[in-house]
């Protein structure tokens, strides 16, 4: 089912580089999230055409029928999780650079890590999940996959994806200050905490480290190929592990 929404886009949708309609997957079995997730999809500030699956089974039929910007994944579904999901994305001709952000009701660090190694370009708990959080996770993902696809498309002219970049550029502050602000806090729980959950926290630390970490790893492989307009971008090289990831004995 599509719900379709205004007439035209936004001018800050035009602003910040988006598609002039942002086709998006919701991807969640529960009816009520589901339904708190398209409600809240159709109040932001963009022109969207929603479309929904319940499995990741639903997921490859949609992603059969038609191309989507960006595809918002549970993690926990019937026949799957959000990780498999990613990869069946990747797998589709059509869809596989599609933008993906992982809505979960997990709070495990490991997850999220391995969720962001994947290639989702971000995720959100269900329990952080808002109009605000939900739009700068749409955006910033939006963004991050207009970049890719634009860099591998051959008929796309370097001046706009100088422009995208320098769009990019400016949502740098507003992704990277609630990132530092949480560590700032987990920081403090862990000095002032007790000295058993002193693990769980540092966990929680790590996993936002290395979600920074892949931030900035996007930002030098970005400027890196932008500051190169005459050479052709080479199939991008597997990302080197984050210095903050490691295993808890």
Not at 49 to 54: C, G, R, V
Not at 207 to 218: G, I, T, V
Request: hydrophobic fraction near 35%.
């Amino acid at each position: 089912m599509s719900l379709f929404q205004t007439p035209s886009p936004t001018p800050r949708q035009a602003a910040e580089g988006l598609p002039d309609i942002a086709r998006v997957l919701v991807v969640e079995d529960q009816r009520f999230d589901r339904m708190r997730i398209l409600r809240m999809c159709r109040a932001l500030d963009l022109r969207t055409e929603l479309t929904e699956a319940s499995t990741l089974a639903g997921m490859v039929q949609q992603l059969g029928r038609q191309r989507f910007d960006l595809v918002l994944l549970d993690y926990h579904l019937p026949d799957g999780t959000g990780l498999q999901g990613v990869e069946m994305i990747r797998e589709d001709f059509i869809n596989r650079h599609a933008a993906t952000v992982m809505i979960t009701g997990t709070t495990e660090t490991r997850i999220a890590g391995e969720a962001l190694k994947l290639g989702f370009s971000d995720y959100v708990t269900k329990e952080e999940l808002s109009a605000r959080t939900l739009r700068r996770a749409m955006i910033s993902a939006l963004q991050k996959s207009g970049l890719v696809t634009g860099l591998e498309s051959t008929g796309t002219a370097m001046r706009e994806t100088h422009a995208t970049l320098h769009r990019f550029s400016r949502e740098c502050a507003g992704e990277i200050k609630p990132i530092v602000s949480r560590m700032m806090r987990q920081l403090r729980e862990i000095k002032h905490g007790p000295p058993e959950a002193s693990r769980s926290r540092v966990e929680e630390l790590e996993a936002s480290c290395d979600r920074l970490w892949s931030f900035l790893e996007d930002l030098q492989n970005f400027g890196d190929v932008a500051a190169r307009p005459s050479v052709r971008p080479r199939s991008q090289a597997p990302r080197p592990p984050s210095p903050f990831t490691r295993r808890m004995n």
